[in-house]
């Protein structure tokens, strides 16, 4: 009777889990049958460090509803490694198959450890075929990406290197963010060599601008985290560097 209750409470534990990864993706407006069939259809995993999600070049099987954690997106060009962002909490990954690519753009890996939703590829382009919610729900999902890849790509060239960090730290705040006693604080843990690379940079840019935003009390350190005491004022001065 007690294994009974445990498996019970375990599995009532992960259905919540499911709900809330669900609610907070870009199918959390679904409602009725459209809602019920993606929680059916769905599974929690968890993946460790390292794991790839997906392999450029490789089928794809599967979308990812990520509810933790932080997925690293690179592609290969020739003897290039291109850093095409980071995903987190509410994002999607794997998301090129439902626009029917043949094979993966893109290696996504995790850089810490997620919990995910998962779907299963062919079961998910029949609710995407028969299901209107779900094909309206996956049509704006892949429209938000697009335009994040293209708001990037401009920073990249109107931008300068400390609009471009300021960004990447507001963008980081809103993903990663927990309350903090001096503000928020961004949980994830890039490096400087791995911010140099999202924003076009070099390392030793990043850190000589960190240090300046901290001079101006804009941002503060704790444990090696960045602290954002005033999202406000950090975004004013990302508009007039």
Known sequence: MDNAKTRSAAADTELSLKQEIVRRSPFGTLAGSSRAAVLELGRVERFARHARLTEQGAPPNTLFLLGSGRVKIERVAGEHVIPLGHRGPGQIVGEAACACALTSMDTASVVDEIEAVTLALDPFLGL?????????????????QHLATEERLASLLLH????RLVGFLLDAVQRWGKRHPGGETITASFTHADVALLIGSTRETV????GKLKRSGLIAFDRRRVIIPDRGALASHGASA
């Open 207 to 210: 850190t000589l601008l960190l």
């Open 128 to 144: 995407l075929l028969s299901d209107p919610q779900i094909r309206t729900a996956m049509t704006a999902a892949l429209a938000q």
């Open 160 to 163: 300068g290197v400390e609009a």
